[in-house]
């Protein structure tokens, strides 16, 4: 069936910026419509007198919210925690007629086929634009209603393990966080106390890199790790293996440093902030700044600090095209810097959080795979 006969579909509303407001009706923009959940930490307001004109963009309970330009297809229900809110532009309400389909629609607008096709029948070089018209003619299979139910109860338990296993290592983190601060007082590298110690004296060794060139074969598909920014997350830890691997010719063309182990990664640019430690003995592209501690630093003791401190190292960047912390800058970066042997004993409760997270982040590959296996055999043929 065709969308448009399963739901009714609603354009935002074209709010003016120079009236949002601190209390009223909340302005949900694309911006927050993330995959499978909104977010508003910075929420914006309009005046309630104006709900009336706002019209259908009022939104309710269990609304299905879709990006119609850039990432396209992001789709989100919303939460009444949210409310009264109002939809803005280049998004889409999806409002199921019958609301037992509210969740078998929210799954389905998530699976590799339907967002592969959105990709394909949108139109724009810079940024992508979905159709509206082409949006509400897509043909849905539709189930009986126990065969949707089915479907739903079972991405619906899949879907709160991995939720479950998120949590868990959220919850490590904040453990991390909060042994971090008993044992040494902040994280917050803003606070700068007076007994706090430059980085440069503190580290025996700056590494930086850059990129072999690539018109030249001989110098990629080697043993040599080779790391960049791109293959860091918010999780890195130890990292033992990269993308690309590059030769000893490779290397050599451009003076390239192998880092040993335990050094700490920190991306100084595309994007500032992401950090990691070597795990085995690698070069990195001109993304970084990697420090080797001295001997009274010990280097998960800055992984941890650097990690929890990446508005602040962006505060630092500078740049036109794309921000950029500079070596001088990052060197000059004072941290505090208690006895070593009470920094190898965090560094040791971290080790011990660290395996539990690692069966945590297991827990969240082994359920979202079993999920996107679910979402391939529910929808993948749903196309009419």
């Avoid at 019209?55 to 269990?62: T, V």
């Avoid at 359920?367 to 996107?372: A, D, G, M, V």
Wanted: with cysteine.
């Amino acid at each position: 069936m065709k969308l448009s006969d399963l739901a009714e579909l609603i354009n935002g509303y074209s709010f003016q910026s120079d009236k949002y407001t601190d209390k009223g009706i909340r302005v949900i923009r694309i911006t927050n419509v993330q995959d499978g959940f909104i977010v508003d930490n910075t929420p914006c307001y309009y005046p309630s007198e104006y709900k009336e004109k706002i019209g259908n963009a009022i939104l309710q309970e269990n609304d299905l919210l879709m990006s119609l330009t850039g990432n396209i297809g992001r789709v989100a229900m919303v939460d009444k925690s949210l409310l009264p809110a109002g939809l803005n532009q280049r998004v889409i309400c999806i409002r199921p007629n019958n609301k037992k389909l509210i969740k078998y629609l929210y799954y389905y607008f998530q699976n590799n086929k339907f967002k592969d096709d959105a990709i394909k029948f949108s139109s724009g070089s810079a940024q992508l634009n979905m159709s509206t018209i082409w949006l509400s003619n897509y043909d849905i299979k539709i189930y009986n209603n126990s065969e949707t139910d089915f479907i739903v109860k079972n991405l619906d338990r899949l879907n709160r393990q991995i939720l479950l296993c998120r949590q868990k290592v959220k919850f490590y983190d904040e453990l991390i966080k909060s042994r971090f601060n008993e044992m040494f007082g902040t994280l917050d590298l803003y606070e700068k106390k007076v007994d706090w110690v430059e980085i440069k004296k503190l580290t025996q060794k700056i590494f930086t890199g850059t990129t072999p060139s690539t018109s030249d074969d001989s110098n990629w598909d080697g043993d040599i790790l080779w790391i960049t920014p791109a293959e860091m997350n918010d999780n890195s830890f130890y990292i033992t293996d990269t993308v690309r691997k590059i030769t000893e010719k490779g290397r050599k063309s451009k003076s390239l440093e192998i880092m040993p182990i335990n050094t700490v990664l920190l991306s100084t640019r595309a994007p500032i902030g992401k950090v990691g430690i070597v795990g085995k003995e690698m070069c990195c592209n001109q993304g970084f700044k990697n420090f080797q501690c001295n001997e009274k630093l010990n280097h998960i003791f800055l992984y941890t600090l650097l990690r929890n401190n990446t508005q602040y190292l962006n505060s630092l960047g500078s740049g036109t095209t794309f921000m950029e912390l500079s070596k001088s800058k990052i060197l000059k970066v004072k941290i505090p810097c208690p006895p070593i042997h009470v920094q190898n004993k965090f560094a040791s409760f971290v080790e011990q959080i660290d395996k539990l997270k690692f069966i945590a982040h297991k827990k969240v590959e082994l359920y979202t795979e079993l999920f996107n296996k679910k979402m391939d055999e529910y929808f993948s043929d749903t196309q009419g």
